[in-house]
């Protein structure tokens, strides 16, 4: 490396550091035994803080190809070309913005950009070209438009783009106190924009809220991506002087770089530093701080800076939010109370900002697209693909879009819509064993032929519980999963209606029955998403179970497990362990280590942990589950079936692949014989399967059973039957992800037709589809197509909020 080049790099590396302490440490390390260095750096350090003056030394040669002149200094009231410099409203680490008026061939307000003086060495004009023909190729709404370029007099290149009137991205937001869904809509233009430049072939390589503008127009904030200056070519060179970053040069700001821009050599930079970028910005949308924190870094020295970005794993962003002291304002910012804040961002946002920010780049979401339809995802209340959901979380998110009812027909689109190893209909037959029971025990009771008048109540209590549990069921299994929402006031009213006549002393000489009632009710007030109703309920019934039985009974384990249930799909997990671990002692203790209800709540406590990633401890306990489920139901109970595709999700998520698959393809047969070939729950476990494979890329193989799912629901369900729209999408992705374009593209078109004809043009299930296409004619590279897709879709999903 030559001097010139130390001399470069060292500059540039002190240049980078914010705090006056930590450069003076960096170049004590730096220029250790070389005090002609120290003096030479400082030097360029002086003249590039001091307002329009240049190097003092003209000995120390920066630049050998380009000359300034060091008399020319642009400034407000000077004239470039056909531009008016106005006023300066900004300036970067190599460029200075002004506000300038343009009077020829058009009169208007621009932005023009300038390289700094004494700045101008060989490498920085490179990347300030780069940066101009970079804006020139693009051409997005969410970019800054390029309008011109040039030389300055003196031989500076500049360059001028459309004024955007905006601020930041972060202080936008605080300033108008966003709730957390209005700040993520205005976060998915910004993703589809980096993807648009790294389709362009650019890499951003300096997002932050400085670069992230959003700016009204006609009341609609629009948020503008800036400042390509640092953009690095991938495919093709962007100038004759093609810019590479040597080696000792870190480029970009440090608080937003991705762990491969943290090292001083930044020669393996590819597109998935952006998206470490996005999910920095994203964090601090979110949580109103850097994974690091500023002062942190800032009051680091550069070295370990640096190694703090490269090594060490930031917080989540709840843990964040729980940890800072400036809590109630930053919820204040975002409209919200403290907690409600903090459990709207556990669990899934959570998911999603730490895969941003995976030190292994493979482990990130691959393209900026791919971020932004995981938002989309979550806005629309569907599954997402980070983390590790468990079951009842992702039962939970297709209850939440389709709030009908937990009968068959909802497993099965369930299981067809996400694509998912879970079998949700295990849940619906431990409520239908539940009011069988209750059924039998009211017919015990007659059978017995009590006479007097405590029986007679009891049977009238009992028929009553009956007679709502039959109408519950009814409702729920005749319910369409698919159909608009008018249903939904019909069973909350339903509840309603239940719980008042409950209040009203209709069971007070029956504490059991209205025991039994109460968690009926929050039960289905849980299956159709209506948390906040529920969970008084299960308190309740859980009181009054405790307080006649005792608190060793079985039904207050039953209790406990119903409430951990519900504290778990709202990823309360600290709160559901110890219910999960205290019904499992009392079904133990009571029932016998052997009992079934001992191996339901074994495979409960195993969703807890899968949901929070803790495969180590989850994996013990499903296998126990199952060892016990099949010596006391037999190998070919539905039970098992359940357990081995609980015991597969979990090794699947690890990556044991090979393990899983013939513990899906063994429950596949088990429901087989069960309910039949032809049954629409085969079809369930034959989409998990594909699923697996489709997983492993294995689409050859994964592509008959899609197909032979869909089959079976063509043939039960009727070929117009909204779940066959939903099969057709997914068999539609299995072919986008093999570059099918042709074979995917009319099974969209059908799906959505059906979808359409069936549910009319705006129901959400739509969105799905419509984000789907959009993506698909990206890759077809039919922007305008796509953008309108996606802009539908998203119209679609505000009309559901």
Same mark, same amino acid.
């Given at each position: 490396m030559t001097q010139s080049s130390v001399l470069e790099n060292t500059f540039f590396a002190a240049l980078a550091i914010t705090s006056d302490a930590a450069r003076r440490d960096y170049l004590d390390d730096a220029c250790a035994g070389n005090t002609g260095l120290r003096e030479q750096v400082e030097k360029m350090l002086a003249a590039h803080f001091a307002a329009g003056e240049f190097l003092e030394q003209p000995a120390v040669t920066v630049n050998q190809h380009t000359q300034i002149n060091p008399a020319i200094i642009e400034a407000a009231g000077s004239t470039i070309g056909p531009y008016k410099l106005l006023q300066q409203i900004g300036e970067g680490g190599m460029g &200075?913005?002004? $506000?300038?008026?343009?009077?020829?061939?058009?009169?208007?307000?621009?932005? #023009?950009? =300038? =390289?700094?003086?004494? $700045?101008?060495?060989?490498?920085? =004009?490179?990347?300030?070209?780069a940066e101009r023909q970079a804006l020139a190729t693009m051409d997005h709404p969410n970019v800054a438009k390029v309008l011109d370029a040039g030389t300055t007099a003196g031989g500076r290149p500049y360059f001028v783009m459309e004024l955007v009137k905006g601020v930041p991205i972060t202080k936008y937001c605080d300033d108008r106190k966003l709730p957390l869904r209005a700040r993520l809509d205005l976060f998915v233009p910004v993703c589809m924009a980096v993807q648009h430049a790294h389709q362009k072939g650019l890499i951003h390589r300096d997002i932050k809220p400085t670069n992230v503008l959003v700016a009204e127009y006609d009341d609609l904030a629009v948020p503008k991506v800036i400042d390509f200056g640092v953009a690095k070519a991938i495919a093709q060179p962007m100038t004759d002087r093609t810019l590479f970053t040597e080696y000792g040069q870190v480029v970009g700001t440090v608080e937003y770089m991705s762990p491969e821009q943290a090292k001083l050599n930044q020669l393996d930079i590819d597109t998935r530093s952006d998206i470490y970028s996005l999910g920095v910005l994203l964090y601090e949308l979110l949580t109103g701080s850097t994974p690091f924190g500023i002062k942190r870094l800032k009051e680091a020295a550069f070295d370990e800076m640096l190694r703090i970005i490269r090594e060490e794993e930031p917080e989540k962003p709840s843990t964040r939010l729980s940890t800072v002291d400036a809590m109630s304002s930053i919820a204040a910012n975002r409209g919200m109370e403290t907690l409600k804040l903090n459990r709207q961002v556990r669990g899934e946002l959570d998911w999603i900002a730490m895969k941003c920010l995976e030190k292994e780049r493979s482990r990130r979401y691959d393209t900026p697209n791919e971020l932004a339809a995981e938002i989309l995802r979550y806005l629309a209340d569907e599954p997402i693909t980070a983390g590790a959901p468990?079951?009842?979380?992702? #039962?939970?998110?297709? &209850?939440?879009?389709n709030k009908g009812a937990l009968a068959s027909a909802i497993a099965i689109a369930a299981s067809l819509i996400i694509a998912t190893a879970v079998s949700v209909w295990f849940g619906v037959r431990e409520r239908e064993q539940r009011a069988e029971a209750e059924a039998q025990r009211a017919e015990a009771v007659k059978q017995r032929g009590f006479a007097d008048e405590n029986a007679n109540k009891e049977i009238k209590a009992r028929a009553r519980a009956e007679a709502i549990n039959a109408f519950v069921t009814k409702s729920l299994k005749s319910s369409d999963p698919m159909a608009d929402g008018k249903r939904d006031a019909t069973i909350a009213q339903a509840m309603k209606n239940s719980v008042a006549e409950i209040d009203s002393g209709a069971f007070k000489d029956e504490p059991e029955i209205e025991a039994a009632m109460l968690l009926t009710i929050a039960d289905v007030l849980f299956s159709n998403g209506q948390y906040e109703a529920a969970e008084p309920l299960y308190q309740r019934s859980l009181a009054i179970r405790e307080q006649v039985l005792g608190p060793e009974d079985p039904q207050v384990a039953s209790c406990l497990n119903n409430l951990a249930g519900l504290y778990n799909a709202q990823g309360r997990y600290a709160s559901a362990e110890p219910l999960y671990l205290r019904s499992l002692a009392i079904a133990e203790k009571a029932l016998g280590p052997d009992h079934k209800d001992v191996a339901n709540t074994l495979n409960n406590l195993t969703a807890l942990y899968v949901g929070q990633g803790q495969y180590a401890k989850a994996e013990p306990l499903i296998k126990r589950a199952l060892i016990l489920q099949e010596r006391v139901l037999g190998p070919d109970h539905t039970d098992v079936a359940a357990s081995l595709n609980n015991l597969a999700q979990i090794l699947d998520r690890q990556g044991q692949f090979a393990e899983a698959e013939p513990l899906y393809r063994r429950s596949l047969s088990i429901v087989e014989k069960a309910f039949g070939k032809d049954h629409p729950f085969v079809g369930v476990s034959l989409n998990n399967l594909a699923f697996l494979l489709a997983k492993q890329n294995q689409y050859a193989a994964a592509e008959p059973l899609y197909k032979r799912s869909l089959e079976i629901w063509e043939a039960t369900l009727g070929p117009d039957h909204p779940n066959v729209a939903a099969s057709l999408n997914n068999l539609a992705s299995l072919y986008q992800s093999q570059g099918q374009y042709a074979a995917a593209e009319p099974l969209y078109n059908r799906s959505l037709a059906i979808y359409e004809k069936a549910l009319g043009p705006n129901h959400p299930s739509i969105s799905k589809v419509l984000t789907g296409m959009a993506d698909l004619y990206r890759k077809l590279d039919r922007i305008q197509e796509a953008q309108q897709l996606q802009a539908r879709a998203m119209a679609i999903r505000d009309l559901k909020r």
């Open positions: &200075v913005v002004f $506000m300038a008026e343009q009077f020829e061939p058009i009169r208007r307000i621009v932005a #023009l950009k =300038i =390289i700094k003086q004494g $700045m101008d060495t060989r490498q920085v =004009i490179a990347r300030f070209e468990s079951t009842r979380y992702r #039962l939970q998110k297709f &209850v939440t879009r």
